[in-house]
Nanobody
Framework: QVYLAESGGGLVQAGGSLSLSCAAS????????MGWFRQAPGKDREFVAS????????YFAGSVKDRFSISGDNAKNTVYLQMNSLKPEDTANYYC???????????????WGQGTQVTVSS
């Protein structure tokens, strides 16, 4: 089993920045990729960004590209999401995900965190 713990959410004004982090523990040797998804009330879960440990690269949703960046520390099994120029529409519960496969599809991830709330006020 793998356990994911997110941190760093909060309330920020539009145009501001927040940084999220996610630390994996447990059977982390099975992790090849980590990513972030988000879900706003009444909406489906949507992909935000992902990073692969095996050189598979980074992916971003079009809505966050050029505003968000993702980085990770393979040795520490930790992934970070730096969010800049935040907009009210970025308000959502942000979930960390990890698994053998990465990419933009939620069903490719095996493990999920509990989520951390990000609220952007206008």
């Amino acid at each position: 089993q793998v356990y994911l713990a997110e941190s760093g959410g909060g309330l920020v004004q539009a145009g501001g920045s927040l940084s999220l982090s996610c630390a994996a523990s447990g059977r982390t040797f099975s992790i090849e990729a980590m990513g972030w998804f988000r879900q706003a009330p009444g909406k489906d879960r949507e992909f935000v960004a992902s990073i692969s440990w095996n050189g598979g690269g980074e992916y971003f949703a079009g809505s966050v590209k050029d505003r968000f960046s993702i980085s990770g520390d393979n040795a520490k099994n930790t992934v970070y999401l730096q969010m800049n120029s935040l907009k009210p529409e970025d308000t959502a519960n942000y979930y960390c995900a990890a698994g053998r496969r990465g990419g933009t599809d939620w069903w490719k991830y095996d493990y999920w965190g509990q989520g951390t709330q990000v609220t952007v006020s206008s």
